[in-house]
Antibody
Framework: QVQLQESGPGLVKPSQTLSLTCTVSGDSISSDTYYWNWIRQPAGKGLEWIGR???????NYNPSLKSRVTISGDTSKNQFSLNLRSVTAADTAVYYC???????????WGQGTLVTVSS | QSVLTQPPSASGTPGQRVTISCSGGSSNIGSNYVHWYQQLPGKAPKLLIF???QRPSGLPDRFSGSKSGTAASLAISGLRSADEGDYYC???????????FGGGTKLTVL
């Protein structure tokens, strides 16, 4: 059974960097079959894809966030991470990690973690 | 304002069939696959339909998707109270070089 679990601070100050980690079990992020994604959802609003990483190390980012985002992987821990720089209140959201076979096809999701940007 | 247009709400009674529309343009729905997600209250989204009309293994055939031109739709037959939640369409947009989501449709089972 594939499981993903997000972890990280629930509160981040404006202008700082939001850092989250997704721990994967039941699959390996080293597998070249899947991409590993970050997706977010502000409270009461819709979904926004942030970006993804492949086992090869290649990454793709949403153009609207690309200048502030870095996604990286740690195969020894079977984890992948999100760094979002220079955050503002508009970055307050539930952040999900998800596995994807192809672009926009996310078949396994974490439960999500709420990150609030506030001083 | 979402690039893809969905009705904000839809409703039906148990056993009924409902459809949810997703309208876009030539750079997104008109040239790429449409995918649909279901989000039950307090839960993570779940892949419902991929590549316009494909169902993940194990998903009941009560759920179906279709696409024509620059519009797509999700149909749910044999409506159940457990189907209450939000439904989102998502497509890659060739002009924006990124994915675009519909604003979501809240389904209520009366």
């Amino acid at each position: 059974q594939v499981q993903l679990q997000e972890s990280g601070p629930g509160l981040v100050k404006p202008s700082q960097t939001l850092s989250l980690t997704c721990t994967v079990s039941g699959d390996s992020i080293s597998s070249d079959t899947y991409y590993w994604n970050w997706i977010r959802q502000p409270a009461g609003k819709g979904l926004e894809w942030i970006g993804r990483i492949h086992s090869s190390g290649s990454t793709n980012y949403n153009p609207s966030l690309k200048s502030r985002v870095t996604i990286s992987g740690d195969t020894s821990k079977n984890q992948f991470s999100l760094n979002l720089r220079s955050v503002t209140a508009a970055d307050t959201a539930v952040y999900y990690c998800a596995r994807g076979l192809r672009l926009l096809e996310w078949d396994y999701w974490g439960q999500g973690t709420l990150v609030t940007v506030s001083s | 304002q979402s690039v893809l247009t969905q009705p904000p709400s839809a409703s039906g009674t148990p056993g009924q069939r409902v459809t949810i529309s997703c309208s876009g343009g030539s750079s997104n729905i008109g040239s790429n696959y449409v995918h649909w997600y279901q989000q039950l209250p307090g839960k993570a989204p779940k892949l419902l339909i991929f590549r316009n009309n494909q169902r993940p293994s194990g998903l009941p055939d009560r759920f179906s998707g279709s696409k024509s031109g620059t519009a797509a739709s999700l149909a749910i037959s044999g409506l159940r109270s457990a189907d209450e939640g939000d439904y989102y369409c998502v497509v890659w947009d060739d002009s924006l070089f990124g994915p675009v989501f519909g604003g979501g449709t809240k389904l209520t089972v009366l």
